[in-house]
């Protein structure tokens, strides 16, 4: 009867307490959670039309929405030398966000819409956002010559254009003096007229598509939003 029992006990002991090969069995240990770096990219990129040597600046969100750190190795736009984008590579830490600043600033005149991608080591989420950008030709008109028209009086007005700068002569019948401006790459001129023993004024006005008129207001020296019109002679 006594020695039943010590078997008893020692075969519960060995169900309880050891595996097949009479080792004991290894705690269970829960899975470790995968690391996730979840990237999305928001923002407005809608430049629209931009007049090439203009520029136009606009803003894009990175944000991480994983569990550990998304590191950003790159990014591609269309018309990639008309792009310039301020931060281009980093870390950006689990739940955090990195700000940028997208310029455009064209060259030349191109479509230049498409898609702005965020390269990285995302494990999902979306790394693109759209971009709509045309870049549109300048004023590419040469307002160097001769202009006629009514400043006061008939006036005659004798322009070089060397790059975006005007320099020349102003003649209305007995005064003379020195004219000095720019024009933009939209075809807004800007004058400076110096006339001895006056003060100086400014024409400021819109040349035409055509490049053969010049239409604005006068201020300065007795001009107060005068309206003038001169044309190529």
Known sequence: MRRVFVVLVAAAFSACGSDNSG???APTVPPTPAVTRVISVAGDLNFGQVTVGNSQTKFVTIANNGSGTLTVSGMTVPCGNSFFVSWLSGAISAAATQTVSVRFAPSTAQNCTGVLTVNGDQTAGTNTVAVIATAVAGYSRDLTGRWRGMI?????????ETGTNLS???DSVNLKGNVSGSVSNTGQVTLTVTVSGYQPFTLSGQADDAGNTISGQADGSGF???????KRI
């Open 152 to 160: 006061g009086s008939d006036t005659i007005i004798t322009l070089t």
């Open 224 to 230: 107060q939003n005068t309206p003038f019109t001169i």
């Open 168 to 170: 020349g002569t102003f």
């Open 23 to 25: 080792n004991a069995a």
